[in-house]
């Protein structure tokens, strides 16, 4: 699985910018919009970055990619999804909690999915890393969403993760024993000492 970049960031930006370009345009379900190219070009943004917006709309089921024609719009309008996503999380403080709460919802259970995929070697190599690295938060748990083998839930994790970002609620920090702990106790594979760890190493209640 491709790693994302760090510079992606700024697709939510531009998936506020596509849908303004489409209401301005008139397009409707059904109708192709300009290629990706034509995209970076037009809105004066980066391929890569234009990229990860188009795809977390089609992630979202707004819009639609066949091979060998194009991309069209589904129902872009219609529901009004990206708005709420680009625009409305951004300010509601309810909606900041719940990006919170459903981010850490989607960590635990790629810990669960990671516990049962991972190889004695695979883990050995990420004690490895935690100790030979100074790493952020979301560099260990891409790992954990990489080794999960869900490309769904790694999407969702990801777009979470840059709403997180946008919204500057920062991780408490955590040591490395905390991650070591964690990791320790993916080799137990149970559920309830992940939990735990996970919950420790968030500084959560554990109550």
């Known amino acids: 699985m491709a790693q994302p970049e760090k510079n992606t960031k700024v697709y939510v930006e531009i998936v506020r910018q596509l849908r303004e370009m489409i209401n301005k345009d008139g397009l409707k379900p059904g109708d192709k919009i300009p290629s990706e190219r034509e995209l970076s070009e037009r809105l004066n943004a980066g391929r890569s970055s234009v990229r990860e917006a188009l795809r977390a709309l089609e992630l979202l089921g707004l819009i639609e990619t066949r091979r060998g024609e194009g991309t069209f719009i589904r129902d872009f309008r219609g529901n009004q999804l990206v708005q709420l996503l680009s625009t409305f999380i951004l300010q509601d403080e309810k909606a900041k909690d719940d990006v919170v709460e459903t981010k850490n919802m989607i960590e635990v259970d790629c810990l669960y999915l990671a516990a049962e995929k991972f190889k004695e070697d695979e883990i050995k190599r990420l004690k490895v890393w935690i100790d030979d690295h100074n790493f952020e938060d979301e560099e ?30 920062k991780v408490s920090p955590a040591e490395k024993a905390d991650y ?15 939990l735990e760890r996970y919950r420790m190493l968030r500084k959560m209640s554990t109550e």
Do not use: C
Request: hydrophobic content about 40%; aromatic content about 18%.
């Open 140 to 169: 260990f748990f891409r790992k954990i969403a990489e080794q999960a083998d869900n490309h769904l839930f790694y999407r969702i994790w990801y777009i979470l993760n840059d709403y997180y970002d946008a919204l500057q609620l």
């Open 180 to 194: 070591h702990k964690l990791v320790d106790s993916l080799e137990t594979k149970r559920g309830d000492l992940i």
